[in-house]
């Protein structure tokens, strides 16, 4: 299994872990060791450092003074944690959390408090939120959330093997899409949902943000993407829970990462990264530009009053 377990399909690390009777998780913590040459403490004991680095993100990431040098994120997590505390939030302290912990470790990143890709750091809060709102909301153990983090990374694997992680090569779909495919195999799994259990969630999680473009207002990782890690930590607490339920998705997840590559490769360049398309284009995200570096930017409206402006 050592030498067999490949890092090329979700349809396979499910069925090897079916075969053996035995979570993903397993499976990769072994053949991570073996590949390694390093005992499967040594390994764990990385991954729990990271978790680690994940969980101090929440308290500094939730202080009401946080700014960004460019003063356009900051304080949306202190106002999220605060209607979670007050009974004030629609959805409980479950998805609440989630919440505002995708966007204390969003926008700790944006302030430069400390940078977690997971897998990108435009996409950093999504796994590090599910995970710690089910250590914390849920009492799941920190053992049982760190191997959930190996899940995770095999599906994050996966995705950049078969397609892109990269916002500039995928759209937002590739970063936001696949932290929340990685966070709903990692609740899954978490949950003791089964290996194929697993592997619908990654489909459904990633088919749901299929198509999501890239379009950083200003060319910074603060708007929209702060927003859209609270947006996929929700997606991934829906997937999870669809998959839980028995749920399955008509399109195998294999299929579904495949999908999401063809979908990026047939993106506009505006769409990617470049800031030049989507809400980037939009002439309060040009005024936010101005606002930010002081001049305007290249190929701004001309305020020709089209859009009312």
Same mark, same amino acid.
């Given at each position: 299994m050592k030498d067999q377990l490949k890092y090329d399909s979700i349809a396979a690390l499910a069925a090897a872990a079916a075969e053996q009777g035995r979570p993903i998780s397993e499976l990769v913590l072994c053949q991570q060791a073996a590949q390694l040459e390093r005992t499967e403490q040594q390994v764990y004991d990385e991954m @729990?450092? @990271?978790f680690a680095v994940m969980a101090a993100c929440i308290q500094p990431g939730c202080d009401e003074g946080l700014r960004s040098a460019s003063g356009l994120s900051g304080g949306d997590a202190a106002r999220m944690r605060r209607a979670v505390e007050r009974g004030q939030n629609l959805t409980g302290p479950v998805l609440g959390g989630a919440l505002y912990r995708a966007l204390a470790v969003s926008e700790l990143n944006a302030a430069m408090g400390r940078v977690v890709a997971a897998p990108?750091? *435009?996409?950093c809060g999504i796994l590090p939120a599910a995970l710690l709102t089910m250590q914390s909301e849920k009492g799941y153990s920190e053992h049982a959330c760190v191997m959930a983090l190996f899940t995770a990374s095999a599906v994050g694997m996966v995705i950049t093997n078969a397609a892109s992680v990269a916002g500039a090569q995928g759209g937002c779909q590739a970063e936001c *899409?696949?932290? =929340?495919?990685?966070? =709903?195999?990692a609740l899954t799994e978490l949950a003791g949902g089964s290996p194929d259990q697993v592997a619908q969630a990654v489909a459904i999680a990633l088919k749901n943000i299929l198509g999501l473009v890239c379009d950083p207002v200003a060319g910074l990782v603060e708007i929209p993407c702060i927003k859209r890690n609270a947006a996929g930590v929700a997606g991934?607490?829906?997937? =999870?829970?669809?998959a839980l339920a028995g749920i399955r998705s008509a399109i195998p997840a294999d299929e579904v990462?495949?999908?999401m590559k063809?979908? *990026?490769?047939a993106m506009s360049p505006a769409l990617k990264e470049t800031a030049e398309g989507g809400l980037a284009a939009t002439p309060t995200a040009h005024r936010l530009y101005e606002q930010v570096f002081? @001049?305007?930017a290249e190929g701004a409206c001309a305020a020709c009053g089209g859009c009312g402006r």
């Amino acid at each position: 299994m050592k030498d067999q377990l490949k890092y090329d399909s979700i349809a396979a690390l499910a069925a090897a872990a079916a075969e053996q009777g035995r979570p993903i998780s397993e499976l990769v913590l072994c053949q991570q060791a073996a590949q390694l040459e390093r005992t499967e403490q040594q390994v764990y004991d990385e991954m @729990r450092g @990271r978790f680690a680095v994940m969980a101090a993100c929440i308290q500094p990431g939730c202080d009401e003074g946080l700014r960004s040098a460019s003063g356009l994120s900051g304080g949306d997590a202190a106002r999220m944690r605060r209607a979670v505390e007050r009974g004030q939030n629609l959805t409980g302290p479950v998805l609440g959390g989630a919440l505002y912990r995708a966007l204390a470790v969003s926008e700790l990143n944006a302030a430069m408090g400390r940078v977690v890709a997971a897998p990108t750091a *435009g996409s950093c809060g999504i796994l590090p939120a599910a995970l710690l709102t089910m250590q914390s909301e849920k009492g799941y153990s920190e053992h049982a959330c760190v191997m959930a983090l190996f899940t995770a990374s095999a599906v994050g694997m996966v995705i950049t093997n078969a397609a892109s992680v990269a916002g500039a090569q995928g759209g937002c779909q590739a970063e936001c *899409g696949s932290a =929340a495919a990685m966070a =709903a195999a990692a609740l899954t799994e978490l949950a003791g949902g089964s290996p194929d259990q697993v592997a619908q969630a990654v489909a459904i999680a990633l088919k749901n943000i299929l198509g999501l473009v890239c379009d950083p207002v200003a060319g910074l990782v603060e708007i929209p993407c702060i927003k859209r890690n609270a947006a996929g930590v929700a997606g991934a607490f829906v997937a =999870a829970e669809l998959a839980l339920a028995g749920i399955r998705s008509a399109i195998p997840a294999d299929e579904v990462i495949w999908a999401m590559k063809k979908v *990026g490769d047939a993106m506009s360049p505006a769409l990617k990264e470049t800031a030049e398309g989507g809400l980037a284009a939009t002439p309060t995200a040009h005024r936010l530009y101005e606002q930010v570096f002081g @001049r305007p930017a290249e190929g701004a409206c001309a305020a020709c009053g089209g859009c009312g402006r």
